[in-house]
């Protein structure tokens, strides 16, 4: 592990109250279910290990306006379910509710808060002095002994719960986080040319940061553009010539047009893709798409791409190749991941959609790492410094020793 973290041996933790830092932020469906439960599974593994504390967890779920924005009382159950019954839920975060739980709970309980983002703070970004200023941290910090950051999917976000308690407070990081971090430094140690970075998925502004980046630290000779981010540059390059219906288009166009001047020969685009007629697939090539919606990449993309893969040194696939939820849609992605699978490149995958994926084709030991984070993992490979990494490397300068 490059980073030098702490881990919850390095602190006495034993009958103290922890705050822990989670990201158990989690798809839901069209009802307002939870998806699938991979996060939670893998915050469970810290929570299991801190049975002689008195913890209290928290995450953020979804973004403000967005329909996966959602109080984490279901996330409360299914976590409560996977530990075997000592986990209560408040739909409180820093309120005189969520204050009165933290005082009175028993060593061996869990506390889970409401959705972090339900507080205007936890969707601002500070630095860690500022952050430990906030209402959310100054109300609560006096009731922690110690903070646990175990929310590697938002590593990348300096927002209070991840950078403000750990100003403040020993801070170690969680199994998951050195469990990330170990990996990706020892994968990172046998990565090899030609780089090549398949990105899909629908966060576009995050997308296009993080393309730049992954160029720029020389960890993406090539970029297989799939998922919305590909209509993006399909419009950029005249090939599509509808609107999008996307927040802020003309602006991501021109930052498509700019990064492909910038950097010829770089990007590789879908030349057909896959629209709903009628209920069915139907293939239809790029050019004589008529404003339907595109839902997948096409096969004879498919066959470009997994070339272009197995010719790899190493690959990074982040974000499904289309709406793989919809029936007859998951074909793009479920290739590339099999393509990624039975090549001989180092191969690492991003994110909760692809992970199920991979064990739903049974193939995830085929791939060399495989992370539960999207967004923050691309910026780490690309090199970039993550708040909450940052936090945990100051942490162990301050804290070694001294819990
Ligand atoms: C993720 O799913 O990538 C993390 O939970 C971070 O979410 P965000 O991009 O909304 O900050």
Known sequence: MSARVLTIEDLDLKGKTVFVRVDINTPIDDSGKLMELSRIEEASITL???KE?????ASHQGRVGRPDYISMEQHAEALNKILGGNVKFVDDICGPTARNEISSLKVGEILLLDNLRFMAE???EFTPEEASKTIFVQRLYKYFDACVLDAFPTAHR?????IGFSYLLPTCGGRLVVKELKALSRILQVAKAPYTAVLGGAK???RLEAIEALIKNRRADKVLLCGLIANVFLKATGKINYPLGIKDEEKYITKAVSLMEEYPGVFELPIDVAIDRDGERVEVEVDKLKGESI???GFKTIDKYSRIIRGSGTVFMSGPAGKFEKAGFNKGTEALLKSMASSLATTIVSGGHLNASLQQLGIKDWIDHVSTAGGALVLYLAGKRLPMIEALERAAERFS???
């Open 158 to 162: 300096a927002h209070p719960s991840i």
């Open 204 to 206: 576009i502004s995050d």
């Open 122 to 124: 936890e969707n601002v």
């Open 48 to 50: 299991r290990d801190l």
């Open 53 to 57: 504390s008195k913890v209290v967890v």
């Open 401 to 403: 020793n001294k819990s």
């Open 295 to 297: 839902l997948d990449i």
